[in-house]
């Protein structure tokens, strides 16, 4: 049989943790073994997201850029991997472009080599600006352009969907083709024909990277799906952190494959020293409270509700906090009301949260009675273009008081805003270095809690705060 290597990415270094343990993996735990990590064979690690970014600045008094630069010092042939939202970038709300081409310039820079690029509805106007910016700064190998579809499921969502999306997003430059199943909504014979239609009207050089979970227990077998259907990258974390709510584990995807046509060509021995580490690792975080063993059980909830797991305890606190625990399965049956009512958005990031809020509210004050701000948003195109019609009479509700639906890309209605950031992060004393203002603009409040931090730390002025960065500090 002709042999075809399969690669695998680790997320040991950001969606394992962020997927188990509240992404409170500290860079000192990771850099005994990043030497070994380097020496695996890896695709590539992935290490760097919106959560690592926050959680760093917000909880670990980590600088993220220093973070990113301290892993390139040990990572000298694996490529770091880094996962983007599209012109969200990591924050929560659209950029500018200029902010946008900045950080992509300043992520590659300082040591991304892959950057999988996102966005929440499928709307491949709002990867443009990040797409050119990786081709452009990552130009002669520097850094992979790695297009990604969020996978859902619903009546809009079919193979041909996906099918033209991918050939839609190969033509604005990917590198790779990437299919996010975040939720582990995908199954594995699903995602068999799906790779394999893709494959078929791609070019023979772009790569299909297939990204799924492991919380319904199904994360194993479409990962080997992937692989027949000819996927070429799939996403493990190594079994410390591995499996439930994290991604399939590594190791024993590698035993599967060796010796057959998709040999890995990854010894497993050379990962137990590693392992052994991040076992430790797993125990502090248990320890601090941070990681619930829970989390590695198998939840099969997501399949019969098609809500996301993060959702679906989002739903649950909204309730307990309105004393209507009682109303859940209402609330269960509502949601994909309220989503097919605005389009079939896949249930990722910001989109999750927009339609459980107003699943809730319909349940518990009467069908749209009220509207939530952000799901009016979404209604009007403000997000981007969503996957399907929208209710038309919903629509009208939302545009009673002169709303304008949009129908640009959303990103041409903000000008430029890196030089009145700049002026601002100047202007309150903070500025170091230009990736100071980028994570200024991505998390204004927590960014300036930890430039406080860094201030007082380095003058010495006051060592309360110089131990508490999340201490409001008296301007
Ligand atoms: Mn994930």
């Known amino acids: 049989m002709e042999k075809r290597k399969i690669y695998i990415t680790d997320t040991i270094l950001r969606d394992a943790h962020q997927s188990q343990a509240a992404t ?41 850029w220093d973070r990113l630069r301290n892993l390139k010092k040990y990572l000298k042939k694996t490529p770091i991997q880094m996962l983007l939202r599209g012109q969200n970038l990591l924050g929560y709300r659209h950029y500018a472009d200029d902010v946008v081409e900045r950080f992509v310039e300043k992520s590659i820079e300082n040591g991304v080599g892959v950057i999988r690029v996102f966005d929440a509805l ?15 700064y ?22 041909k969907y996906f099918v033209d999306l991918a050939k839609q997003l190969e033509d604005m430059g990917a590198d790779n083709i990437c299919i996010k199943d975040m939720a582990n909504l995908l199954l594995p014979f699903t995602v068999y024909d799906l790779v394999k239609e893709i494959r078929a009207e791609l070019r023979p050089e772009t790569k299909i990277h297939v990204h799924t979970h492991n919380t319904t227990g199904t994360g194993d077998m479409i990962n080997l799906m992937a692989i027949q259907g000819g996927a070429d990258i799939v996403d493990c974390a190594l079994s410390p952190l591995g499996n439930g709510t994290s ?28 392992v052994k580490h991040f076992n430790g690792v797993a125990e502090r975080l248990e320890k601090d409270g941070f990681l619930n063993p829970k989390v590695r059980r198998i939840d099969i909830n997501t399949l019969l509700y098609q809500v996301p797991g993060g959702m679906m305890s989002n739903l649950m606190n909204q309730l307990k906090q309105a004393g209507k625990e009682d109303k859940l399965m209402e609330c269960l049956a509502e949601v994909p009301e309220v989503r097919k009512d605005c389009g079939y958005p896949p249930l990722v990031t910001p989109s999750s949260q927009i339609v459980g809020t107003q699943a809730v509210w319909n349940v518990l004050l009467g069908k749209y009675k009220t509207i939530t701000a952000q799901y009016k948003d979404l209604m009007l ?40 950031l700049t002026k601002t992060v100047k202007e309150k004393g903070f500025y170091e270095k230009e990736e100071d203002v980028l994570s200024y603009a991505l998390f204004p409040e927590v960014s300036e809690n930890f430039f406080k931090w860094r201030k007082a730390q380095k003058l010495g002025v006051d060592t309360d705060m110089a131990k508490n960065p999340n201490k409001v500090y008296p301007v």
């Open 24 to 64: 409170r993996m500290k860079f000192e735990e990771m850099e005994p073994v990043l030497p070994l990590l380097d020496e695996i064979g890896y695709y590539s690690l992935e290490a760097w997201g919106g959560a690592t970014f926050d959680s760093c600045l917000r909880f670990l008094n980590e600088d993220p």
């Open 122 to 136: 499928n709307d491949p106007r709002n990867l443009e600006a990040s797409m050119k910016a990786i081709k452009k």
């Open 138 to 159: 990552g130009a002669g190998g520097k850094c992979v352009c790695e297009a990604t579809m969020s996978y859902t499921t619903s009546p809009v969502h079919t193979t």
């Open 247 to 274: 991604n399939p584990a590594t190791e024993p995807l590698v035993a599967t494959l060796k010796g057959t046509q998709y040999d890995t060509g990854i010894e497993i021995e050379k990962l137990l020293p590693i």
């Open 381 to 420: 195109g403000k997000y981007g273009q969503v996957p399907g019609e929208v209710n038309a009479d919903i629509l009208k509700q939302c545009t009673a008081n002169g709303e304008q639906v949009v129908t640009c890309r959303p990103a041409d209605l903000i000008s430029n805003e890196m030089d009145t």
